[in-house]
Structures are given as structure tokens and as C-alpha cells.
């Protein structure tokens, strides 16, 4: 089982990660509200998850860039 977890964690683009750090919370909690979320509104939250990773992986190119 945690061999599943280490797997969707390094695929998961580090979006949780990257809203508790700035919030302060824990990124298992971001995730389990993320996952309820996107029962509850019937997948839209998936859209804004990934245009976060987007977000996140074109500033991460950009600051490599500029270095």
C-alpha cells in the first residue's frame, strides 16, 4: 500500500504540497478536501488541480530560466 501512495505522490504534479506549505496545513488534508470536492461538484475541481500543476510546473521552467 505505501508503495501506491510514494507512486500518486510523486505524480501529483505537487500541487497539495505546494498550498500547505503556503497555508500551513498538512497535504493530506488538502488532498482528502480536494478528493471530497471533486465528488461533490462532479469533477470541476480536477480542472482547477490542473491548471495549478500547469501553473506551478511553467513558474518552476521559468526560474530555472532565469538562473
Keep these: 500500500m505505501q508503495f501506491f501512495k510514494d507512486i500518486i505522490e510523486r505524480s ?3 500541487v497539495c504540497s505546494f498550498v500547505g ?3 500551513g496545513i498538512n497535504s493530506s488534508r ?3 478536501y ?3 470536492t471533486s465528488f461533490v461538484a462532479l469533477g ?3 480542472v ?5 500543476a500547469f501553473w506551478l510546473n ?3 521552467c521559468f526560474r530555472h530560466s532565469l538562473n
Design 34 to 36: 480536494f478528493i471530497y
Design 44 to 46: 470541476s475541481p480536477i
Design 12 to 14: 501529483a504534479f505537487g
Design 21 to 23: 506549505e503556503r497555508l
Design 58 to 60: 511553467i513558474r518552476k
Design 30 to 32: 488538502i488532498r482528502m
Design 48 to 52: 482547477l488541480y490542473l491548471f495549478a
